[in-house]
């Protein structure tokens, strides 16, 4: 704010600023960031004025930058999306290649992608879906080919899809079962791509939360990065739907269309924290893990959201031998680090104790808190606060670790396509302790879809020709009687099964109930 002209700004993004300006530094890297899209901008708008109806994209890999892994930048995945730097947001679904928590965080990125497009009907995602044999199975396949479908794909890509004898890199199609199973997926999409090319997700009710703050002091690395993944998952598998926001949703007041957010960054901006915090004293519901909203954007203790989740921090405890980096990777050889007990039994928000993994918050809670979980030590696990008409959860811990204690067995990690390997292992064994914890904050939204078997993810999708809800099955093996419930009144003259299979329907004033045999994915076509 002194300097008198430009050249005496100064721009430093060297770790001696990091430590030692952080405000220097951040907005350092924040330019970096906004110039970078300037400049890609210009040569885009070139191509947009002698090319208006082509789409002007960048293959995405979500595997890197390694350290955050399915956790993409802001500034890349939603940013140049909104400043139309970019116009067809893009990616891969190679997770079966990653030993993440589970497959379905590949829905990760479309969810981030599709935070891009908010608003921008005309911006497609285009999405690989690679049916590549060895590496994917034709099972797998067709669960990341409907959750794509499910999560805002709009433009499909096989990528590399022929045999080895006519391929031309290391990726290839050498089996016959996959071919089929893309062929039967393919006629099925001929069904609905309608409603696929013209409609969106349904918008939900309840947020997690990303920054361009957070990704500038590196919130999304290790075990923050592996707690962020399995709490995304947890809250899906708590069948709640879920938009991403990120800052200019809360300065801009598109907060305020959301009922529940979910906040895992250590840092937040000063001006989004003032939104969230008179957000959450007008009603809204804060679920915040491990140290989350503890900093502001200049590194320093963050004055506004400690005292709104009822804490001040005196630490976070990172053991070295206790980190989680991939979960079915590292999991198995991992021991709890602390336990979460509740403080009353039969809790409605933490119903059972809880293993603590790889992270603990030392807090010192505040008048205004109320401990409902203890550490051994006594110390708070979990806060609940009720600023004005809202209220707040305050893990001390990351309840997505918890979620996945002891579910992954001990096989070596690989890239084979073998049923029993551990790239495509499912975990089910899951702490539903966790998932509860992790819903309480939704329980008592009126949820658009629910299904019988939690491990079933449902996703509508809505245009003006209909509605297409896809399933995808996340669990070991093929459902029988599944029952999958919507909510509000039946409109639809015409429901039907992708597949062609049987299906069951009742109709009631405000529900309509299906009943349906589900094996690793299908899709409802709503007329």
Not at 374 to 382: I, M, Q, R, W
Not at 387 to 393: C, F, N, R, S, Y
């Amino acid at each position: 704010p002194r300097a008198k002209d430009w050249d005496a700004i100064s721009h430093d993004l060297s770790d001696q600023a990091k430590t030692n300006r952080p405000d220097l530094y951040y907005w350092s890297r924040r330019h970096l960031h906004h110039h970078g899209i300037q400049k890609t901008k210009e040569r885009t708008d070139i191509l947009r004025k002698h090319l208006p109806n082509a789409g002007i994209g960048a293959n995405y890999s979500p595997h890197y930058p390694a350290e955050h892994r399915y956790l993409g930048e802001v500034h890349k995945w939603v940013n140049v999306f909104r400043a139309e730097a970019m116009t067809q947001p893009w990616s891969e679904d190679y997770v079966f290649q990653m030993p993440v928590a589970s497959m379905q965080l590949n829905n990760l990125n479309l969810d981030l992608l599709r935070a891009g497009t908010r608003g921008k009907p005309n911006q497609k995602i285009h999405y690989y879906c690679m049916a590549h044999w060895p590496g994917n199975r034709p099972d797998s396949w067709r669960r990341l080919f409907y959750g794509a479908l499910g999560h805002g794909m709009q433009i499909v890509n096989l990528f590399e899809f022929r045999p080895v004898q006519a391929a031309y890199t290391e990726n290839h199609v050498t089996h016959d079962e996959t071919y089929a199973t893309v062929l039967t997926a393919f006629r099925e999409l001929g069904l609905f791509d309608d409603i696929v090319w013209n409609g969106r997700p349904r918008q939900a009710r309840t947020a997690l939360w990303f920054s361009e703050t957070g990704d500038v002091w590196g919130d999304s690395r290790g075990s923050f990065a592996a707690g962020k993944r399995s709490l995304y998952l947890a809250i899906r598998h708590a069948q709640i739907p879920l938009d991403f926001l990120v800052e200019a949703d809360a300065l801009d007041d598109t907060l305020s269309q959301y009922q529940v957010l979910y906040l895992a960054d250590r840092h937040v901006s000063r001006a989004a924290s003032a939104k969230i915090a008179a957000w959450v004293k007008a009603g809204g519901r804060l679920l915040a893990t491990a140290g989350a909203g503890a900093y502001d954007e200049r590194d320093r203790p963050n004055r506004i959201l400690r005292p709104l989740l009822g804490f001040d921090l005196l630490g976070i405890d990172e053991p070295q031998g206790a980190q989680i980096d991939m979960i079915r990777q590292d999991m198995p050889f991992t021991e709890p680090i602390d336990s979460a007990t509740p403080a009353v039994a039969g809790s409605p928000a933490l119903p059972a104790a809880l293993p603590v993994l790889a992270v603990r918050a030392r807090l010192k809670k505040t008048a205004a808190a109320e401990t409902l979980a203890t550490f051994a030590d006594g110390s708070p696990a979990l806060l609940r606060s009720t600023p004005g008409k809202g209220e707040i959860l305050t893990c001390a811990f990351l309840p997505g670790l918890s979620y996945y204690h002891d579910s992954v067995p001990r096989i070596p990690a690989d890239r084979s396509s073998a049923p029993d390997s551990l790239a495509h292992f499912l975990p089910t064994e899951l702490q539903t302790a966790a998932r509860r914890l992790v819903a309480h904050p939704a329980r008592d939204l009126a949820l658009p879809v629910t299904c019988s078997e939690p491990l079933v993810e449902p996703c509508l999708v809505d245009a003006s020709a209909g509605s297409l809800l896809t399933l995808v099955n996340w669990s070991q093996g093929p459902i029988q009687n599944l029952v999958v419930t919507l909510t509000g009144k039946p409109t639809a003259q015409k429901i039907t099964l992708a597949s062609g299979k049987p299906l069951q329907t009742k109709r009631e004033a405000n529900r309509l109930t299906l009943t349906l045999d589900l094996e690793a994915a299908d899709a409802v076509i709503l007329r």
